[in-house]
């Protein structure tokens, strides 16, 4: 990984917003995060990764809200991790710098951002993460994916009955899909509990976290899944959509 003697972000800022998270992050990981801010700002040149391109707003809006997901739930080392939609790499990314002992699986279905993705795994030397180019709705009929991770996020990615039903195939009984919603999503979460009871899981708890730095609270919802999927799911993506427009 490149070192530079000038970082490109507000180190003190990621630091201490780390640390309101209970994160402590060493030398080399501060290193890193600059290192892919910097292959951020510099691929959404020619690539439409982010709107948020500012080295503080960087810090804030995308690494400390993608630690909120290290915060909600004492995660277990070395466990299995699938990033749903991962676009530019958030959160996977910034929780497999903080925690590099998590085994980060990276899927989206646009194999540009999957490049940059990768890209930035090799840049950054992050060993124990990989990338998935695949639509969630496949990913979880697929027998090397379905029920074969220890716990799934997605960020903010859909309406949160789309999002367990792309996520909880992927998770293994006993295992939690986490859902990084905004504050105002109680009614969408709520409405999502008959079908998460279907899917095989239970709302084990809504964590509001306030993103450290920022005035933003997000509500990390905890997916626990008790039981196995059923089979029929989960549905193509055109009856998911149509199941949701129906009951919403």
């Known amino acids: 990984m490149s070192k530079s003697d000038s970082a490109f972000l507000p180190v003190e800022l990621l630091r201490t917003g780390a640390e309101e998270l209970d994160i402590s992050l060493n030398d080399d990981q501060i290193g890193q995060f600059d290192c892919f801010a910097r292959l951020l700002v510099d691929t959404n040149r020619t690539l439409n990764l982010t709107r948020i391109t500012q080295p503080d707003q960087i810090v804030t809006g995308h690494y400390l809200d993608s630690l909120t997901c290290l915060a ?22 910034p929780m497999k710098i903080a925690r590099p ?13 999957l490049k940059f993705i990768e890209d930035a795994i090799s840049e950054l030397e992050l060993s124990g993460a990989r990338t998935v180019h ?8 697929d027998s090397d994916h379905r029920e074969a991770y220890d716990i799934a996020i997605a960020r903010a990615l859909a309406d949160m009955t789309i999002l367990v039903e792309f996520c909880l195939p992927l998770v293994k009984v006993g295992g939690v899909f986490i859902a990084q919603k905004s504050d105002a999503s109680a009614n969408e979460v709520d409405a999502a509990r008959p079908l998460i009871g279907q899917l095989g899981g239970s709302i084990e708890k809504v964590r509001q976290i306030t993103i450290p730095k920022e005035n933003i609270v997000r509500r990390l919802v905890v997916v626990r899944k008790h039981s196995p999927t059923p089979p029929q799911f989960p549905r193509p993506f055109s009856r998911i959509a149509k199941s949701k427009h129906d009951h919403g």
């Not at 991790?81 to 991962?86: E, S």
């Not at 695949?134 to 009929?141: L, M, P, Y």
């Open 72 to 93: 909600a739930i004492n995660i277990k080392q070395g466990v299995r991790v699938i990033d749903v939609g991962a676009g530019a790499g958030f959160p996977g990314i």
């Open 134 to 141: 695949a639509r969630a709705e496949d990913a979880g009929r």
């Open 101 to 113: 002992d998590l085994d980060m699986t990276l899927m989206d279905s646009s194999a540009k951002k």
